[in-house]
């Protein structure tokens, strides 16, 4: 298996933030509902390392809910051991499991009759907390996924949009500091760019806090994407493979996980090159409240079209052309109007759609706490993409035709039962 993220920082020290996460295991795990005839999850083991990403993906009615459930225990396993952190999650009482597990879900199952406050505030108010410290923790948690607190703590989950509603339900699964956050199709409710800023988001916060996190999802450009490690699963949450999307993407275990990747796998690849692998522009930036005119004279010399409004704390606000800046006095607050961005973890697919959007024919880039970063513009993401494809393709000739189990990938697969029944490959990475 190939070295995760985690793993290098690890064993070269260069570790920005500390792991806050712990493993989880999955030892010999089963269940079986009352009266199904075949187990809806035969014995699984399964190793997810600390500060961990881990994608559970696979057809319809194969398994994942039933897996990410029973991490929580919100599906008693029939059989086997689940271990957070060496310790078995059966001997540990239900307070101390809210605390070690934040959960979240589609659309962020909020309670539409708290404000958005108590809605964060739920878990920590279940644990005794004192109410100074659940405001303050409300407070940077609202923060930490880009809502301002004054503006949307005492909101009522209706007052929100799709996508403001799902970063609550992320603070909300952060709310006690928990160790392991699950996600059951965290983004899947939330239109393209939504998602694809939610996403960014996701790894943001990831890249500070290193929990441990298991997400389920049907979207196999979101497990590349989010994913340190994917595990493919079949029928019966059968492990087919489980390893870093680059690894899984260059040589598929199976017939099953190739046809699961999708035609094109060796395209996807592409996928894996991200924001932070381009040079990005610097174009002239303007802070609210400052003269117009200075930021207009700046904007002339350096012979920009537009300029880049940020925040007292460099957040980008606007992009605004020299034309409308004639006619202000001061640099305005555009309100609460949000701006199309990309985080500079984004993949370069997700800069193109952020671009596609957008009318300036490139796409500000942010990072850490949505600190502006500069704009990446399409001819550098054109001239990536074809120096990246050009590059694959010589790989492929390189190392020849023959792939594990005579399958290319990308390469169409005959008719496959997505069972997995008709499949000879044989399953891979159990335990890994
Ligand atoms: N409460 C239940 N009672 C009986 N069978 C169930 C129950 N929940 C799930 N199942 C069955 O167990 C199997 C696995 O279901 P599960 O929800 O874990 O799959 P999944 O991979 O998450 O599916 P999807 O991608 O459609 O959400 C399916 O065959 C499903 O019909």
């Not at 503006?151 to 500091?177: I, K, T």
């Not at 699950?182 to 996403?199: K, N, S, Y």
């Not at 305005?332 to 500079?344: A, L």
Request: net charge negative; charged share 25%; glycine share 8%.
């Amino acid at each position: 298996m190939s070295e995760t993220v985690a793993e290098r920082q690890q064993s070269t020290g260069e570790v920005d933030n500390p792991i806050t996460g712990i493993d989880i295991d999955l030892v010999g795990v089963t269940k079986r509902y009352p009266g199904q005839k075949r187990a809806a999850v035969e014995p699984i083991d399964l190793h997810i390392p600390a500060g961990e990403i881990a994608i559970f993906i696979g057809p319809s009615g194969c398994g994942k809910t039933t897996s990410l459930k029973m991490i929580n225990r919100l599906i008693e396993p029939s059989g086997g051991k689940i271990l957070l952190g060496g310790e078995d999650s059966t001997t540990v009482n239900e307070n101390e499991l809210r605390r070690k597990i934040g959960y979240v879900i589609q659309g962020g199952s909020l309670f539409p009759h708290l404000t958005v406050a108590d809605n964060i505030g739920l878990v920590p108010g279940l644990l005794k907390w004192d109410k100074k410290r659940i405001s303050d923790r409300v407070d940077e948690l609202l923060e930490l996924v880009s809502l301002d607190p004054k503006r949307y703590r005492n909101r009522y989950p209706r007052e929100l949009s799709g996508g403001q509603q799902q970063r609550v339900g992320v603070a909300r699964g952060l709310a006690a500091d928990p160790p392991v956050i699950l996600m059951d199709e965290p983004f899947g409710a939330v239109d393209p760019i939504t998602r694809q800023r939610l996403q960014d988001e996701l790894m943001s916060i990831q890249e500070e806090l290193r929990k441990t996190i298991v997400c389920v999802t049907h979207d196999i450009d979101e497990a590349i994407k989010l994913g340190d490690r994917i595990l493919i699963l079949a029928e019966g949450a059968q492990i087919q493979q489980y390893d870093t999307p680059e690894a899984i993407l260059a040589a598929p275990a199976n017939d099953f996980v190739a046809d699961f990747v999708g035609a094109g796998s060796s395209l996807k690849q592409l996928s894996l090159s991200r924001v932070s692998d381009i040079e990005l522009s610097q174009p002239t930036t303007a802070t609210i409240g400052e003269s117009a005119a200075d930021a207009l004279s700046r904007a002339q010399t350096n012979r920009d079209k537009a300029v880049i409004v940020l925040d007292s704390r460099r957040r980008p606000r606007d992009w605004v052309w020299l034309r409308e800046l004639k006619s202000q006095d001061r640099i305005t607050d555009p309100g609460d109007d949000e701006i199309n961005t990309v985080d500079r973890r984004a993949t370069l697919n997700d800069a193109l759609d952020t671009m596609l959007a957008d009318s300036h024919a490139g796409a500000i880039v942010t990072g850490r706490r949505d600190e502006y970063l500069g704009v990446i513009n399409f001819e550098k993401v054109t001239e990536h993409m074809v120096a990246t494809t050009a590059q694959v393709q010589a790989e492929q000739e390189e190392s020849g035709p023959d792939q594990p189990n005579g399958t290319q990938p990308g390469q169409d697969q005959p008719d496959q039962d997505q069972t997995g029944q008709d499949q000879q490959g044989e399953p891979q990475g159990a335990g890994a």
